[in-house]
């Protein structure tokens, strides 16, 4: 007897641990257009890992209420590694607008890149006024003496309602322009 209700409040645990959870459910980012192109002074660029704060680290969506408390998304997680796939966004970002070789780290050539670009980001972040901001610090360094130290500080509208699909594509259009103000800034 001891048995089989050890085996039922085993059954009737795992029922209420099934239910109290939320289904996981990973969001992409698709890609967003690039339709300006931009000289730069550089054929090559490395660009190493972007550094993200930690609650943008993980792979956990936060989003800032009217008070600024961060509040996980429950369940809803973003498919790649934030620092891996902003990364990968912005170098195949820079190779289209200014078609130079651009290649995350660790550099694939055995010639040395012309330049290498450093990203830290200081806050990447769903608002509670519908807006999507990030803001940081970009440095570029060259063998040809123009190394630079750039604030950028972007933001986009998510829409009337924070859906995930809009979140990702708010994202995706803050990638593209901190690849554009890096091209018009940093790299020139």
Sequence with gaps: MFKSLSIACFATLSLLTACASVPEERLTIPRAEVTETQRIA?????LRNVSLPTYAAGEAIFTADA???LRDS?????ADD???AMTLELARHLTGITGARVASEPWPFLDPAAAEVEIRVE???ARADGTFHLSGQYFVSSEQGRDRARL???QTGIGAETTPEALAAARAR????LALDLAKRGLR
Excluded: K, N, Y
Excluded at 42 to 46: I, K, L
Excluded at 174 to 177: F, G, H, V
């Design 74 to 78: 429950g369940g809803l997680l973003w």
């Design 67 to 69: 008070t600024g408390l």
């Design 42 to 46: 550089h054929t090559t660029v490395a």
């Design 152 to 154: 950028f500080d972007l």
């Design 174 to 177: 803050l990638i593209r322009d």
């Design 82 to 84: 934030p620092s891996r």
């Design 123 to 125: 806050e990447m972040l």
